[in-house]
């Protein structure tokens, strides 16, 4: 289970940490698909730019536990419901900010692609032992 942020340190965004860093942070509503956008836009644009890196905090609900193990029995159903109308793809579908022709095509080249990665790792040769530890210990 995780401990939430304001149990372990005293600042209310996590984004506020990059000025110590030399670089701005960003807070925005993670369950909004368009202010998520904006902000990596211009976090990319600074950073093409040559400013350096942005360090965009978005804050999120996680509906399901940390893991499979995990129930979440921590967290009142209520709540979790009352998450899920917020779901942010489903908000954005309803937004009507791309033709429904587009979000399926969307949907149909994100498909495939899961597809043609499980079947590059299922058809891939298994590594060599000796492999199994390269890159995993400084």
Not at 59 to 80: C, I, M, N, Q
Request: glycine letters at 6%.
């Amino acid at each position: 289970m995780g401990t939430r942020v304001s149990r372990i340190m005293l600042l209310e965004n996590i984004s506020e940490r990059a000025s110590s860093y030399g670089m701005p942070g960003i807070t925005v509503n993670g369950m909004d698909v368009i202010a998520v956008y904006k902000a990596a836009n211009q976090a990319v644009e600074r950073a093409r730019k040559g400013e350096g890196p942005t360090l965009i905090e978005c804050k999120t609900y996680r509906w399901r536990g940390h893991s499979r193990a995990d129930p979440a029995l921590y967290r009142p159903k209520e709540e979790v419901e009352e998450w899920r109308k917020r779901d942010p793809i489903k908000i954005f579908r309803e937004g009507k900010y791309l033709p429904e022709g587009e979000l399926n095509k969307i949907d149909a080249d994100v498909e495939a692609e899961i597809e043609a990665a499980v079947k590059f790792a299922a058809d891939s040769p298994y590594p060599d032992v000796e492999e199994a530890l390269q890159d995993v210990f400084a």
